[in-house]
């Protein structure tokens, strides 16, 4: 279950550094659009292309993001999943060590009826020895 939670952290790592990269993009796109505003001259020509590329860049970066989610999805549901099958397995261990308790009592319990059943015939015994004795006197 560990190594599920270290690769879930590790996927939303990874989406986390996507969600930043498109956000650079974005930066660096309005950083472009503002020098070609600029200097239509010498970056108009130029920004044309660079806006195609950033197009092309975010589109493969947001389907990536996209596939990352399924993923991460996945993930989530493989890891709930362990941890439901987890929980099962501790309460079939609570309730066979709960069984183990109660048989290990009632077979303590027999051990201690067969004590005062022993105990309780001795003492029968004993009075009846010991009225036999008196009646001879």
Excluded: F, W
């Excluded at 993009?25 to 070609?36: D, R």
């Excluded at 060590?97 to 004590?115: C, G, K, N, P, S």
């Amino acid at each position: 279950m560990d190594e599920k939670r270290r690769k879930l952290s590790e996927l939303q790592r990874l989406e986390d550094e996507l969600r930043g990269q498109i956000i650079n993009l974005e930066e660096q796109l309005k950083i472009e659009q503002k020098a070609a505003y600029d200097n239509p001259g010498e970056a108009g020509l130029t920004y044309a292309n660079y806006a195609k590329q950033v197009m092309v860049r975010r589109e493969n970066l947001q389907d990536s993001l996209s596939q990352m989610s399924h993923v991460i999805l996945s993930a989530r549901e493989d890891l709930a999943e362990s941890y439901r099958d987890l929980k099962k397995y501790e309460a079939v261990q609570k309730n066979r060590e709960q069984r183990e308790r109660v048989e290990q009592d009632r077979m303590e319990q027999a051990v201690l009826d067969e004590v005062g059943l022993s105990m309780h015939r001795s003492r029968i015994r004993d009075a009846v020895k010991g009225g036999s004795s008196k009646k001879r006197a």
